[in-house]
């Protein structure tokens, strides 16, 4: 099996890139920023505060996170056996994603399930440890950035094209914040691994990075 693993910040299109690269090379994409933001939902429903670890984790336990693939390689996020692909992609739960996933409990509950799908499929996973922590013997890994301003231009017209009013603003700050925890955290910190290749992407259209994913994918792995 070829696993590719693809590290970068929050907003860096990582998975709109991974995902429509896996779908040309016939690869399965895996998501797994949506397994913690499915974690977050599941705290934010018990109105437990994701920042704290205790909580959290005494969570884990009376859940079941999961991923099911439709016949066209689409993901979709299971909560207990429920579909919340949907609900999981609001500015809240990506705050939520953010707190749960410093949490070394949550790390452990979803680490096997990550594993398990390198192990069965040829996959491109995204996420923030993927090529430093969860696949560390990935044939290739790729760490994915843009600017902060062009990260947030491009979540802010992300947000617009679904009917959601959000302020540039803020959602740049959040972006920085979020830059700033996921980098700072004391378990599996965001982080270029030593042998990942730098795709910086800022000012490139969709179609402008998709050809320099694949073609680096490509030439890196002979495919």
């Known amino acids: 099996m070829i696993a590719i693993a693809i590290d970068g910040p929050?907003?860096?299109g990582k998975s709109t890139i991974a995902r429509l690269t896996a779908k040309k090379l016939g690869y399965l994409y895996?998501?797994?920023g949506a397994l913690y933001r499915t974690v977050g939902y599941a705290a934010w429903q018990r109105g437990i505060d994701p920042a704290d670890p205790d909580r959290v984790a005494a969570m884990l336990p009376?859940?079941?996170v999961d991923?099911?693939?439709d016949q066209d390689g689409?993901?979709?996020?299971l909560l207990n056996g429920e579909n919340v692909s949907a609900e999981i992609r609001?500015?809240?739960m990506s705050r939520y994603a953010s707190q749960v996933s410093a949490h070394k409990a949550v790390r452990d509950y979803l680490l096997w399930l990550q594993r398990k799908l390198a192990k069965e499929h040829n996959v491109i996973m995204d996420g923030r440890d993927i090529g430093t922590t969860v696949l560390p013997d990935a044939n290739l890994k790729i760490y994915l950035t843009a600017t902060p301003e062009d990260r947030a231009r491009r979540r802010f017209d992300e947000y617009l094209s679904k009917g959601v009013s959000v302020d540039y603003d803020k959602l740049l700050?959040?972006?920085k914040q979020?830059?700033?925890d996921d980098s700072h955290r004391e378990i599996s910190p965001l982080r270029r691994a030593e042998d990942a290749k730098l795709v910086d992407t800022s000012g490139n259209t969709l179609e402008e990075s998709l050809e320099l994913m694949e073609a680096m994918i490509r030439r890196h792995l002979g495919i």
């Open 67 to 69: 991923l099911r693939f």
């Open 173 to 175: 700050n959040d972006i």
């Open 74 to 77: 689409v993901q979709q996020t």
């Open 178 to 180: 979020r830059d700033y």
């Open 10 to 12: 929050a907003g860096a």
């Open 30 to 32: 895996v998501d797994t």
């Open 62 to 64: 009376e859940i079941t």
């Open 90 to 92: 609001s500015p809240e």
